[in-house]
């Protein structure tokens, strides 16, 4: 069965510092990937998207992605947090169908200054 | 491309009411909306799956009864909860699929608050 798994819950970085999201997958075939991120209160905003090609993917806000198949893996990275960054981000899985689409449990950044 | 409206932002409501949940896509038509639902530090669940014109598929342990879901058109689409309680509390976020490229909109959520 198809599963999102994001194991840090919480991240706390200070201002300035590199950041990676881990998350990982199972899906019997090629993924369609995503990060998306939600401000308290707020709903979804995709940042990045995989679908095929360059497996290093940039996104909106200075943040990047890279797939890498072999460890079913899809972490996130931005080299400089900024304090607007603290927020909940969320890995998702979709199915080349359309039809399906799987969330991971979500990790919490918080920022200090 | 790909603008998703979702209204109320937030609501209020007493605990047997009925409260009714808009998510229109603006400038695509989405033959499929996904709704979702979020509770406090966890992720987003799937509720259910519409297609414009049929009825809604509901995924295990959603209440069709209790959740009513109209996709009438292809712009518009509708989520009543019925009699809430106060476990109905949550962030309902909706999903319309857009045909014309792969990938997943969503609407800017609901909070729903009952008392």
């Known amino acids: 069965a198809q599963s999102v798994t994001q194991p840090d819950i919480h991240i706390t970085v200070s201002e300035g510092a590199s950041l990676e999201l881990r998350c990982n997958y199972s899906?019997?075939?090629?993924?369609?990937l995503f990060w998306y991120v939600q401000s308290p209160g707020q709903g979804l905003q995709l940042l990045l998207k995989?679908?095929?090609?360059?497996?290093l993917v940039q996104g909106i806000k200075g943040f990047e992605a890279e797939f890498k198949r072999s460890q079913s893996s899809f972490n996130l990275r931005k080299p400089s947090v900024h304090w607007s960054d603290a927020a909940e981000y969320f890995c998702?899985?979709?199915?080349?169908?359309?039809?399906?689409?799987?969330f991971g449990t979500g990790t919490s950044l918080t920022v200090i200054p | 491309g790909a603008v998703v409206s979702q209204h109320p932002s937030w609501v209020i409501c007493k605990s047997g009411t009925s409260v009714k949940i808009e998510c229109r896509s603006l400038?695509?038509?989405?033959?499929?909306m996904f709704w979702y639902r979020q509770f406090p530090k966890q992720s987003l669940m799937l509720m259910a799956t519409?297609?414009?014109?049929?009825?809604?598929?509901?995924e295990q342990g959603v209440e069709k009864d209790k959740f009513l879901i109209n996709h009438a058109s292809l712009t518009l689409s509708t989520l009543t909860v019925t009699s809430a309680h106060p476990e109905d509390s949550s962030f309902y976020i909706c999903?319309?699929?857009?045909?014309?490229?792969?990938?997943?909109?969503f609407g800017s959520g609901t909070r729903l608050t009952v008392v």
């Open positions: 400038d695509f038509q989405a033959t499929t």
């Open positions: 998702a899985v979709g199915t080349n169908t359309g039809n399906q689409f799987y």
């Open positions: 899906y019997g075939a090629t993924p369609y």
């Open positions: 995989y679908f095929s090609g360059d497996t």
């Open positions: 519409s297609n414009e014109g049929s009825k809604a598929t509901y």
């Open positions: 999903s319309p699929r857009d045909l014309n490229v792969y990938g997943y909109t």
